[in-house]
């Protein structure tokens, strides 16, 4: 027999599923919840642990359980892909907004990541990205100046993958990733929607070309409640 709490959490879940509970409306107190199912506190604190745990909703000191957006964006982790064509695949209102383009000295910390000498060029980039209204990602991208000579704002709210690949004709080819959650910077919270959010989900990327030269170091910031970041595995036997 399916335990209580389960039970109410399905049932809840299905209500956010169905829009019966709009994103970001808050859902009943947990004693409205108590005698809905007329069960304990206990029961109604684990299926709402439970729904937080999954996605659908985001306990928020004060304020209560708040209703997050069931639809998740599928974010590759095997795959490359641009956000112009994520953004394609979701159909989602989105908007690019260039925060930053320079051509910088690298400090130590980038002259690491990229592998270029103290007096390289790199372009230091910073994008937001909006989705549905709200900003949900930060990305601060470090191109080696070496591969890409020229960048304009332009280029950089449209696509630089798509710039590299149909005006440069370069193969970006393989890109390795580290996975962290963390605390959000000032600079997170200065620039994107993060109210109630007490971490976020970054993905840094060294990406290279064909021809294994690597070319790009970046730190994407992400929302956690927006992305379920995706892969395939596969078992091999010895």
């Excluded at 299926?47 to 996605?55: E, F, S, T, V």
């Excluded at 989900?201 to 992400?222: P, W």
Aim: hydrophobic letters at 35%; aromatic letters at 10%.
């Amino acid at each position: 027999m399916q335990n209580k709490f389960m039970k109410i959490y399905h049932d809840i879940a299905d209500k956010i599923q169905e829009g019966t509970f709009s994103p970001q409306s808050k859902l009943p107190s947990e004693h409205d919840l108590m005698e809905k199912y007329n069960t304990s506190r206990e029961t109604i604190r684990k299926a709402l642990n439970m729904l937080a745990q999954n996605g659908f909703i985001q306990k928020v000191q004060g304020k209560g359980s708040i209703v997050l957006d069931a639809r998740k964006f599928d974010f590759p982790i095997s795959g490359l892909v641009s956000f112009k064509e994520l953004a394609k695949k979701i159909g989602s209102n989105n908007k690019t907004y260039v925060k930053k383009l320079d051509l910088i000295k690298p400090d130590s910390y980038i002259q690491e990541q990229l592998k270029v000498k103290e007096d390289a060029k790199v372009w230091e980039v910073h994008r937001v990205r909006e989705i549905d209204g709200e900003n949900v990602i930060l990305d601060k991208d470090f191109f080696s100046k070496v591969y890409i000579d020229h960048l304009t704002a332009e280029i950089c709210a449209n696509s630089i993958y798509e710039y590299i690949e149909s005006d440069l004709n370069m193969t970006i080819s393989f890109a390795k990733k580290e996975i962290t959650v963390v605390e959000p910077t000032e600079e997170d919270r200065e620039l994107l929607d993060l109210e109630g959010f007490s971490n976020i989900v970054v993905v840094k990327n060294y990406v290279y070309f064909d021809d294994a030269s690597l070319f790009q170091y970046t730190e994407s910031r992400h929302r956690p409640d927006k992305f379920r970041f995706v892969d395939f595995a596969r078992r091999t036997h010895g």
